[in-house]
């Protein structure tokens, strides 16, 4: 088991019940799940998780993110009837009163976004339904979110039909299965320290929250999902910012949660217990970004990560329950683009 142990005092607690927002484990982050790409949302008291589970999606209920593990049913909400090949990575999202989990199937070249809904977290689901994307590229890690009052998509895909890089891609959409408008590249992995290990070389996983200033952030993992170099980074919108316009968004300057000192960045320190942290969830209230949390507390967070010790492979993910807070006045800085060097606002901090 792993532990990290921390305590919250009576203010935080209290400022955590007055919001709404659950506490973390006080006591320990621990292994869970066997499993890679958790994304869990908070409904009221209860939590739900999704995942690949049985050539189809599972979905899995609990009290709390550590109670997820030990949930006694999971409930097969959706099966690859179609024949349609991997499925990868599902996303958890809640609008209109409906849950929405976009996931992606495919083949090789052939993987592409759909989505599944239903008016319950846990059964209801019909069939699904491809997610029209611009240019209809491979595309995987998809999510849903809503930023100042538009609807938005982030993923991962190929700027063309062959895969030397794994980009971030946003577009607006007018429905949960439809884009409109181009899409958008926010970010590629050029940066040495995402470029360890490749072929190819990998942004991926992005997740979207808001700062306590408002500012968009999506957090992504870099580096190849097969290696313990395997890491989560920052991309955050000036304040003010063109979600759609590249030169908007500033990146960390390395890696923020990853088991290499080499590939952190200045002043944070790599993971203890575990090896490659990354495709992480943040447990947001109805998985909304409105929902983020302020400064101050830490708040729960799961990730999938090999034990130290264990040889590093995709058979030996498993989820595990942690915490994040917002670290104040960090600088992101880049050279040789359009727009100001330098831009200073909230980090990340994670903890196993």
Known sequence: MVR???????????????????????????QSIRAADPSVIRVDGTYHSVQSWNGGLGVRTASSPEGLAGAPVVHQVWSDTRNLGEVWAPEFSMEGGRFYIH????????????????????SGYGAETKVALPDDKWAIDGTMFT????????????????????N????????????????????????????????????EGPEPIKDPNGQLH????????????????????????????????????GCLFGSNRGTMMGGWDPTLFVDGPGHHTFVLLYGDIATSPPAGPRFPLMFHAVPKGTPYSW??????????????????????????????????????
């Open 218 to 253: 999506v957090v992504y993992s870099a580096n190849g999902s097969w290696s313990d170099q395997y890491c989560l980074a920052d991309l955050r919108l000036r304040a003010g910012g063109d979600p759609t316009y590249v030169w908007d968004w500033y990146k960390s300057n």
């Open 168 to 203: 971030l891609y946003i577009a607006r959409m007018s429905s949960p299965s439809a884009a409109t408008g181009g899409r958008y590249i926010i970010s590629q992995p050029r940066e040495g320290w995402e470029r360890v290990v490749g072929n190819p070389f990998i942004n």
């Open 315 to 352: 058979e030996n993910r498993y989820w595990y329950t942690g915490s994040f807070c917002w670290w104040g006045s960090v600088t992101y800085s880049r050279a040789n683009v359009p727009g100001p060097n330098n831009d200073t606002g909230w980090g990340l901090k994670f903890f196993e």
């Open 103 to 122: 996931f992606a199937a495919g083949r090789g070249a052939a993987h592409r976004m759909y989505v599944i809904s239903s008016a319950t977290p846990n």
């Open 147 to 166: 930023f100042n009052g538009q609807r938005w998509f982030v993923w991962s895909g190929w700027s063309g039909d062959t895969s030397n890089e794994q």
């Open 4 to 30: 990290s142990r921390f305590v919250l005092g009576a203010l935080v607690l209290a400022l955590v019940a007055a919001i709404g927002l659950p506490a973390p484990d006080v006591a320990e982050a621990a």
